[in-house]
């Protein structure tokens, strides 16, 4: 009983509103809470000259988010085989594949120095979801940091990590 208050404590939110439940102004539905894609660059920290290389691809992921990367990157996202130096890696993840801490590592050997990994896993209550402990547990190994989060799908998740000495 005690620790289920101290979970209660570290979910609280300001006004009283444990889950912000019929707050005016939030957005908890996850299919409209999704940017624009003519913001999507600026939600991924990302400009037009930008190399995307694209790891785990599968019949699940968003085609429209893909779709409004390549229309919006001078170059199409780069295929997993490819060896390029990127500036950012979008790596699809779903639980029950390998070990994310492995995927994280494999996703690190084309991207530069000051680049980041957007870890793309299903949102909750969808097949493969993903924990944000164990995201953080796995990033941690793998030498990352998770700095933010983007609402760029309404199926999936965006998790933004960075190579610690980045982080700021």
């Not at 999507?40 to 190399?51: I, K, N, T, V, Y």
Request: hydrophobic share 40%; glycine share 8%; charged share 25%.
């Amino acid at each position: 009983m005690q620790l289920y208050r101290l979970t209660m404590c570290r979910t609280f939110r300001p006004g009283g509103n444990p889950r912000n439940v019929g707050v005016v102004g939030l957005n908890n539905d996850a299919a409209t809470n999704v940017v624009d894609n003519k913001t999507l660059l600026e939600e991924l920290g990302l400009r037009s000259d930008a190399l995307v290389q694209e790891i785990g691809a599968d019949s699940d992921v968003d085609d429209a988010l893909r779709d409004a990367l390549d229309e919006l990157l001078d170059e199409p996202l780069l295929d997993e085989d490819e060896q390029e130096v990127v500036d950012a890696v979008l790596l699809w993840f779903r639980s029950g594949e390998e070990d994310l801490t492995d995927a994280l590592l494999d996703a690190l050997t084309t991207l530069d120095e000051g680049g980041a990994v957007w870890l793309m896993t299903p949102r909750s209550g969808r097949t493969g979801y993903v924990p944000p402990v164990e995201i953080q547990d796995a990033a941690t190994d793998a030498g990352l940091h998770v700095t933010s989060s983007a609402g760029v799908s309404s199926d999936w998740a965006a998790s933004r990590l960075v190579h610690r000495k980045t982080w700021s």
